[in-house]
């Protein structure tokens, strides 16, 4: 009884799979089929004379549905934890679903458990790890993908997946960095912004109720007075008006044009254009070295590393330069052509192909802007930060200035 009883529970456990196929006399049909997995399934299709066009399994479908319904995005640290460890446990010659299944079991993460989970289940029935992974562009790029597409056929996914990991800390340092270097000025500005606005809205108000004379106040104490008053009463009109315009630009930066044109003008600036632009050379050169090292074709790598530069700009030096290697061209010659990458990256590039080490040369060349951008923010920081702190200082100063003018008037008055 108890033996039936068991049976019985380990059946309604079974994963359910909803299929649609032809019978034997040519009808179409669809329905459901409890298996242990999508292969014992089909099998058992096969000999209930179905042809299959088409199953699922019912269980991935609901968590697929009830999974993942708002934040899609994973963070690049979270992402490098998960590769480095499904690396070393793959190295230990554990099998790729068991592999899967220990790390949703160590990593607890909103969006990136259930994904793994779904992803060990598709591998499970059957399905290659780098299409599992497909199913989620928000959580792996293309050049994850290709990286993984290449390990599998090669028989070396460990190897490949150490290396993901290495890229995606060292993009993360990057990334932190920046970060960093933004992080500080933008505080500056956000408060000063608040203190100016509490100036304007209460302090200034109440002050000017004091002067009774408009014609004896300074120019500078009017001009303050009148913006104040601006920001009183027409509150509602410019907080729409600055919205519409940041929509207005928002959208024109979307258009092709318009982001052309601002990518151009980034990359024009003293020093935050030297920063993109040896930031988009770190990551293009590091990119490149990952995929040629993992296996991956040139020209298909540098399909990939085209929107890893995240400027139109060197994006489409890179496309070109795709071209010219496709009709024979060695990889130096064409990014040299462009314009947009400095000497020295190219002539470590030549040396590279000339060698035979091109992947060691673009790692190198990723070191060397890596700490280029370390050495521009650190200047850009040591004067931003003295620069935005001046000028919030001096606007302060000016509408204080221009309150306590006519107060220290009427007490010499007085």
Not at 130 to 154: N, R, V, W
Not at 156 to 175: P, V
Not at 188 to 201: A, E
């Amino acid at each position: 009884m108890n033996q039936k009883l068991n049976r019985e529970q380990g059946k309604l456990k079974m994963p359910v799979f909803e299929y649609k196929g032809t019978t034997e006399d040519g009808r179409q049909t669809k329905g459901s089929i409890q298996a242990d997995h999508l292969q014992q399934a089909k099998t058992q299709l096969k000999k209930d004379n179905i042809f299959i066009f088409e199953i699922k399994n019912k269980e991935n479908k609901k968590k697929e549905n009830l999974n993942l319904p708002f934040r899609k995005s994973v963070d690049i640290k979270t992402l490098c934890t998960m590769t480095r460890l499904l690396a070393t446990l793959i190295k230990s010659n554990i099998p790729l679903v068991n592999s899967l299944t220990t790390i949703t079991q160590q990593i607890s993460h909103p969006v990136l458990t259930p994904a793994l989970t779904q992803i060990r289940n598709q591998v499970n029935e059957g399905q290659s790890f780098h299409k599992a992974l497909s199913q989620y562009p928000k959580i792996f790029d293309t050049s994850y993908l290709s990286m993984c597409e290449a390990g599998e056929k090669s028989g070396t996914l460990d190897i490949i997946l150490i290396k993901l990991a290495e890229f995606t800390e060292s993009q993360a340092e990057l990334n932190s960095k920046i970060r960093s270097a933004v992080a500080y000025p933008l505080l500056i500005t956000v408060f000063t912004f608040c203190v100016v606005l509490f100036l304007f809205t209460y302090v200034i108000p109440k002050i000017t109720e004091l002067f009774d004379d408009d014609n004896l106040i300074p120019w500078h104490t009017a001009l303050v007075i009148s913006v104040s008053q601006n920001i009183i009463n027409f509150w509602p009109q410019i907080l729409i008006g600055f919205s519409v315009l940041f929509f207005l630009v928002y959208r024109w930066v979307k258009t092709e044009k318009g982001r052309k044109k601002m990518d151009t003008v980034y990359l024009k600036l003293p020093i935050i254009g030297k920063i993109i632009r040896s930031t988009a050379i770190s990551r293009f050169s590091r990119t490149l070295a990952t995929l040629l090292k993992g296996g991956v074709p040139m020209l298909k790598a540098m399909d990939i590393v085209q929107n890893v530069a995240k400027n139109t700009v060197l994006k489409q030096a890179i496309k070109e330069a795709q071209s010219n290697i496709r009709e024979g061209e060695p990889i130096a010659r064409p990014l040299q052509q462009s314009g947009q990458f400095p000497p020295m990256a190219i002539q470590m590039i030549k040396i590279g192909e000339q060698t035979g080490e091109l992947e060691d040369m673009l790692v190198k060349i990723s070191d060397t802007y890596d700490f280029q951008v370390n050495t521009e923010i650190n200047s850009l920081t040591s004067l931003l930060a003295p620069a935005m702190i001046m000028l919030m200082g001096g606007i302060v100063a000016f509408i204080v200035f221009s309150v306590m003018t006519p107060i220290m008037q009427m007490y010499n008055q007085i």
